[in-house]
């Protein structure tokens, strides 16, 4: 294969550029030639100028856009088959025998249809010579392989689509601001959201706004009466005190007989039953725009840069392929298999098989729906006789991390909610020695799910000397029997040593659980931790301004990022920036190196390059500073460009977490409590780490932790993200035979 075209089709997503950019700078760096097709298989059936061959320069500088650069449609004329032979002969003729299309299921549909109809398209133009039949022998097949864009999420073949992650943070957004205008006022609020057949923004848009109701169309509300049973739900938290109501509901949103229910409907049940001053706001087509997150950048980044290497790869004649996610593991999925599971879901649904439906969204789907009904009560569940209740403390330790408070209030409310009792620490480990806890009950940590920073307090104090000796009374009179550390690197060192010294103090020999939270992402047992997407976000929000600012100027940044000893941050910023080079302590940085770099920007720059940018993890090199390497680049960039540093400092660890954080947080704390109601009791209880590894929650044993983490530098020993370093490279520097063509970014 030689040339291959890329699309965008359908409704437009968030992180296409992204996608469209990595599908053009590795097919140029794997030796093809790409051609993108302007607006959708609009563009394929008209031909001509639609077509446009692709150089390393012409994807520059699109990462941070929303929408499409290459235009997308919805083209009646492909859905018939004269359509499609003229896309048909328009492919010919440009030679392009792979096709990568970027769209959603509707889009993917009109690809599977293109593909299997091929040898008949091309038989029936040579029949009516309009290609030679030596120009149909040329292209016996046509491969294709799909990324889907969708901000629905709607479609079987990936965890999370092109889209979706930033639509939730639009959503969430507009959340956060009418629950503090419903606050002030105590209104209740509706929010309408997209999803005709799918739930899936309604779902975590309520899991990440704390919201009071949720309705989707996959799981409609299981009584008849359910107008009532919100009614009483509302009711009584507000009798307990909550200050808003806040339903978010689905577009799609229906009772169980497949009666839609409308936003205008639920303001007009809240209005009589609760006489409630109620207002609607349907989020409409705000959630498809605005500038992409760092999720869904890099999400779509690495689908492009597979799709390239599946067309490579695949039998030409071969079923089309989707790429797409699975925690943190590129899939290779069967076309036709996705488009059976996603049509099966719409089925289950129409003909009121919910519990189907359900099943078929999978089992994330089904638990965050489960959560999200726990957290929404107003108090929780009456206590069933004979429950056994537990006493369990939640505490932090380690830098702050948003969505820290997120996982406090999943904690608390879940654990309430099954008996237990549940009690916050202050202040970290000192906290913990000094006593200082309180009890969390149900309405205490309201607001909670949205709001940055650490309400009980955390720091770096790791325990020492007599404090083990202190904490061991806390828990002994606070009757503590089970512990949960939501925190970083000194937490998961401080509870190592406690269960090292559990032979020592009695008290210690509970069970004890770590949830993953810290912005380095630096922690053994999880692949992610909770805060990291947050100051993914903050750190590409502020380069994108930084690089605005250099409009005028040729100017290199170089730009210094937090992450302790792991480089997590640092390339997955660079990846998400469009950053030329990034500099990470696990690689270390040479002076032949810096030389190399020098030589590089220097290149560049006399070969019209504007814009230079170059990300260096905090602790990259003690030597060479951000400040040497802004001085040393500035020395030999001479007349030919100018340097600045930009040190990003605290804004990383701060601000409000991103939704993907609140949702990881939920889902572990969720997970934890349970398995601290299972281990509390037991003789020999297992205290643990919880993480995510190829979309699956694992507990990993304290016993195991140790021989995890990297002997020298506070990381694990083994990070997955490692391997993203080659695609990064690919993508930030333009090949040798390309380099004529080297723009920014
Ligand atoms: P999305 O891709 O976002 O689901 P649509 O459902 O509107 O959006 O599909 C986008 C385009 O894909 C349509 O305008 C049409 O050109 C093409 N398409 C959709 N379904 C089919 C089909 N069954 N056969 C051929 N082409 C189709």
Same mark, same amino acid.
């Given at each position: 294969?030689?040339?291959?075209?890329?699309?965008?089709?359908?409704?437009?997503?968030?992180?296409?550029?992204?996608?469209?950019?990595?599908?053009?700078?590795?097919?140029?760096?794997?030796?093809?030639?790409?051609?993108?097709?302007?607006?959708?298989?609009?563009?394929?059936?008209?031909?001509?100028?639609?077509?446009?061959?692709?150089?390393?320069?012409?994807?520059?500088?699109?990462?941070?856009?929303?929408?499409?650069?290459?235009?997308?449609?919805?083209?009646?004329?492909?859905?018939?088959?004269?359509?499609?032979?003229?896309?048909?002969?328009?492919?010919?003729?440009?030679?392009?025998?792979?096709?990568?299309?970027?769209?959603?299921?509707?889009?993917?549909?009109?690809?599977?249809?293109?593909?299997?109809?091929?040898?008949?398209?091309?038989?029936?133009?040579?029949?009516?010579?309009?290609?030679?039949?030596?120009?149909?022998?040329?292209?016996?097949?046509?491969?294709?392989?799909?990324?889907?864009?969708?901000?629905?999420?709607?479609?079987?073949?990936?965890?999370?689509?092109?889209?979706?992650?930033?639509?939730?943070?639009?959503?969430?957004?507009?959340?956060?601001?009418?629950?503090?205008?419903?606050?002030?006022?105590?209104?209740?609020?509706?929010?309408?959201?997209?999803?005709?057949?799918?739930?899936?923004?309604?779902?975590?848009?309520?899991?990440?706004?704390?919201?009071?109701?949720?309705?989707?169309?996959?799981?409609?509300?299981?009584?008849?009466?359910?107008?009532?049973?919100?009614?009483?739900?509302?009711?009584?938290?507000?009798?307990?005190?909550?200050?808003?109501?806040?339903?978010?509901?689905?577009?799609?949103?229906?009772?169980?007989?497949?009666?839609?229910?409308?936003?205008?409907?639920?303001?007009?049940?809240?209005?009589?039953?609760?006489?409630?001053?109620?207002?609607?706001?349907?989020?409409?087509?705000?959630?498809?725009?605005?500038?992409?997150?760092?999720?869904?950048?890099?999400?779509?980044?690495?689908?492009?840069?597979?799709?390239?290497?599946?067309?490579?790869?695949?039998?030409?004649?071969?079923?089309?392929?989707?790429?797409?996610?699975?925690?943190?593991?590129?899939?290779?999925?069967?076309?036709?298999?996705?488009?059976?599971?996603?049509?099966?879901?719409?089925?289950?649904?129409?003909?009121?098989?919910?519990?189907?439906?359900?099943?078929?969204?999978?089992?994330? @789907?089904?638990?965050?729906?489960?959560?999200?009904?726990?957290?929404?009560?107003?108090?929780?569940?009456?206590?069933?006789?004979?429950?056994?209740?537990?006493?369990?403390?939640?505490?932090?330790?380690?830098?702050?991390?948003?969505?820290?408070?997120?996982?406090?209030?999943?904690?608390?409310?879940?654990?309430?909610?099954?008996?237990?009792?549940?009690?916050?620490?202050?202040?970290?480990?000192?906290?913990?020695?000094?006593?200082?806890?309180?009890?969390?009950?149900?309405?205490?940590?309201?607001?909670?799910?949205?709001?940055?920073?650490?309400?009980?307090?955390?720091?770096?104090?790791?325990?020492?000397?007599?404090?083990?000796?202190?904490?061991?009374?806390?828990?002994?009179?606070?009757?503590?029997?089970?512990?949960?550390?939501?925190?970083?690197?000194?937490?998961?060192?401080?509870?190592?040593?406690?269960?090292?010294?559990?032979?020592?103090?009695?008290?210690?020999?509970?069970?004890?659980?770590?949830?993953?939270?810290?912005?380095?992402?630096?922690?053994?047992?999880?692949?992610?931790?909770?805060?990291?997407?947050?100051?993914?976000?903050?750190?590409?929000?502020?380069?994108?301004?930084?690089?605005?600012?250099?409009?005028?100027?040729?100017?290199?940044?170089?730009?210094?990022?937090?992450?302790?000893?792991?480089?997590?941050?640092?390339?997955?910023?660079?990846?998400?920036?469009?950053?030329?080079?990034?500099?990470?302590?696990?690689?270390?940085?040479?002076?032949?190196?810096?030389?190399?770099?020098?030589?590089?920007?220097?290149?560049?720059?006399?070969?019209?390059?504007?814009?230079?940018?170059?990300?260096?993890?905090?602790?990259?090199?003690?030597?060479?500073?951000?400040?040497?390497?802004?001085?040393?680049?500035?020395?030999?960039?001479?007349?030919?460009?100018?340097?600045?540093?930009?040190?990003?400092?605290?804004?990383?660890?701060?601000?409000?977490?991103?939704?993907?954080?609140?949702?990881?947080?939920?889902?572990?704390?969720?997970?934890?409590?349970?398995?601290?109601?299972?281990?509390?009791?037991?003789?020999?209880?297992?205290?643990?780490?919880?993480?995510?590894?190829?979309?699956?929650?694992?507990?990993?044993?304290?016993?195991?932790?140790?021989?995890?983490?990297?002997?020298? @530098?506070?990381?694990?020993?083994?990070?997955?993200?490692?391997?993203?370093?080659?695609?990064?490279?690919?993508?930030?520097?333009?090949?040798?035979?390309?380099?004529?063509?080297?723009?920014?970014?």
């Amino acid at each position: 294969m030689k040339r291959i075209g890329v699309l965008t089709s359908g409704g437009d997503a968030p992180g296409m550029n992204a996608a469209v950019r990595a599908v053009v700078r590795t097919a140029l760096n794997e030796g093809l030639e790409v051609y993108a097709i302007y607006e959708g298989f609009q563009g394929m059936v008209d031909g001509g100028k639609r077509f446009k061959p692709m150089q390393w320069g012409d994807v520059g500088g699109i990462l941070h856009q929303g929408g499409t650069i290459i235009g997308s449609a919805r083209c009646q004329a492909f859905r018939e088959r004269p359509g499609r032979l003229k896309a048909a002969r328009n492919l010919l003729l440009h030679g392009i025998d792979g096709l990568i299309v970027i769209g959603g299921d509707g889009s993917l549909t009109g690809a599977d249809v293109l593909h299997r109809e091929w040898t008949g398209l091309l038989a029936e133009l040579v029949a009516n010579y309009e290609i030679s039949q030596e120009q149909a022998d040329k292209h016996p097949t046509l491969a294709i392989v799909g990324i889907i864009g969708s901000i629905d999420n709607d479609m079987f073949g990936s965890d999370l689509t092109t889209g979706a992650d930033t639509a939730l943070h639009r959503i969430v957004e507009a959340t956060d601001a009418i629950t503090s205008t419903a606050a002030s006022h105590q209104r209740s609020f509706v929010v309408e959201v997209m999803g005709r057949r799918c739930g899936y923004l309604a779902l975590m848009g309520a899991l990440a706004s704390g919201a009071d109701w949720v309705l989707i169309p996959e799981s409609p509300p299981d009584v008849d009466d359910w107008e009532t049973k919100m009614c009483d739900v509302l009711r009584k938290g507000r009798q307990v005190g909550r200050r808003d109501s806040l339903v978010v509901i689905a577009e799609g949103a229906q009772d169980r007989k497949g009666n839609p229910i409308t936003s205008a409907y639920v303001k007009e049940v809240l209005e009589k039953r609760l006489g409630e001053d109620t207002r609607v706001t349907v989020l409409g087509h705000v959630q498809r725009g605005g500038s992409p997150s760092a999720f869904d950048r890099n999400l779509s980044t690495l689908l492009g840069y597979d799709s390239v290497q599946a067309i490579r790869s695949m039998d030409p004649a071969g079923e089309p392929l989707v790429i797409g996610m699975r925690g943190n593991q590129i899939t290779r999925t069967p076309l036709d298999k996705c488009l059976h599971f996603t049509e099966a879901v719409g089925e289950a649904v129409r003909a009121g098989n919910f519990e189907q439906a359900m099943t078929l969204r999978g089992r994330s @789907f089904r638990e965050s729906f489960r959560t999200v009904r726990t957290l929404v009560r107003a108090l929780p569940h009456d206590p069933v006789p004979g429950q056994v209740r537990r006493r369990i403390a939640i505490l932090h330790s380690g830098g702050p991390a948003p969505g820290m408070n997120t996982a406090v209030r999943a904690a608390v409310r879940l654990g309430t909610d099954k008996g237990h009792t549940m009690l916050g620490v202050s202040n970290g480990f000192p906290g913990l020695a000094r006593g200082e806890i309180r009890e969390l009950d149900w309405m205490s940590v309201t607001g909670w799910a949205t709001r940055g920073g650490a309400e009980l307090g955390t720091n770096r104090v790791l325990p020492q000397g007599r404090d083990f000796y202190a904490i061991a009374r806390t828990l002994e009179e606070h009757n503590i029997e089970g512990l949960l550390l939501i925190g970083g690197y000194t937490g998961y060192r401080g509870v190592l040593e406690l269960y090292a010294q559990r032979h020592n103090y009695p008290a210690f020999n509970i069970p004890i659980v770590c949830l993953p939270a810290s912005i380095n992402n630096n922690l053994p047992g999880a692949e992610l931790s909770v805060g990291a997407d947050t100051a993914l976000n903050s750190i590409i929000n502020a380069v994108d301004k930084i690089k605005q600012s250099a409009v005028a100027s040729r100017r290199t940044f170089v730009v210094e990022v937090m992450g302790q000893y792991c480089g997590y941050l640092a390339l997955m910023g660079a990846m998400a920036s469009g950053a030329e080079r990034v500099y990470m302590h696990e690689e270390g940085v040479t002076l032949q190196d810096l030389v190399r770099d020098v030589e590089q920007l220097t290149t560049g720059f006399k070969r019209g390059k504007r814009l230079g940018l170059l990300i260096r993890n905090e602790k990259a090199n003690t030597v060479y500073t951000t400040e040497f390497m802004r001085a040393l680049f500035e020395e030999e960039g001479g007349e030919l460009f100018d340097v600045r540093q930009a040190i990003l400092g605290h804004m990383q660890q701060g601000g409000d977490p991103s939704p993907f954080d609140r949702i990881l947080a939920t889902r572990f704390a969720a997970h934890c409590v349970e398995y601290l109601e299972k281990q509390i009791g037991e003789a020999e209880p297992v205290s643990a780490t919880i993480g995510e590894t190829g979309g699956e929650l694992k507990f990993t044993n304290l016993e195991d932790i140790p021989r995890l983490m990297d002997k020298q @530098f506070p990381r694990p020993r083994r990070q997955w993200w490692m391997q993203l370093r080659e695609m990064a490279r690919v993508l930030a520097q333009p090949a040798p035979h390309e380099q004529n063509n080297e723009e920014t970014a």
